[in-house]
């Protein structure tokens, strides 16, 4: 399982089904199918769940932002501010979001004491699907 890493508002936004795409720059080497562990950033600073990803999609941003900004959770504002200068748009379906029992960046730690949250994507610290 591969894991990113999500702000908390954001990660809100997922857990009550508000936000059902998640955008980003490029593609992360992430299929139709693969599990996906969500990081939630400082303050929280924990792995809060994971989802699948379903439908993956690719498109100019404002193409982008025409056909999700209902269901990606953010500001038009930050949307463009994300994407500036860029041309490409990848938008994930988050399919069956499944929370786990929160464990902190500290408790990561004392098994992996190198492991950092990731900027884009890499490979889950932990197994979760058997929790």
Known sequence: MKIISIH?????KIKSGE????????RMGLRSGDKVAIYCTAPVSAIV???????ISKAYPYVAWDLYNKVGGIAKEDFFMYYHKKETAFIFQIENYT??????????????????????IAK????????
């Open 8 to 12: 908390p508002q954001y990660w809100g």
């Open 19 to 26: 936000k059902t795409v998640e955008f980003r720059k490029n």
């Open 49 to 55: 769940g994971y989802f699948t990803v379903g439908n």
């Open 99 to 120: 929370p786990v029992e929160i464990i902190t960046l500290t408790e990561i730690r004392k098994q992996k004491p190198k492991w950092n949250p990731p900027q884009s």
């Open 124 to 131: 889950c610290p932990v197994e979760l699907e058997k929790q």
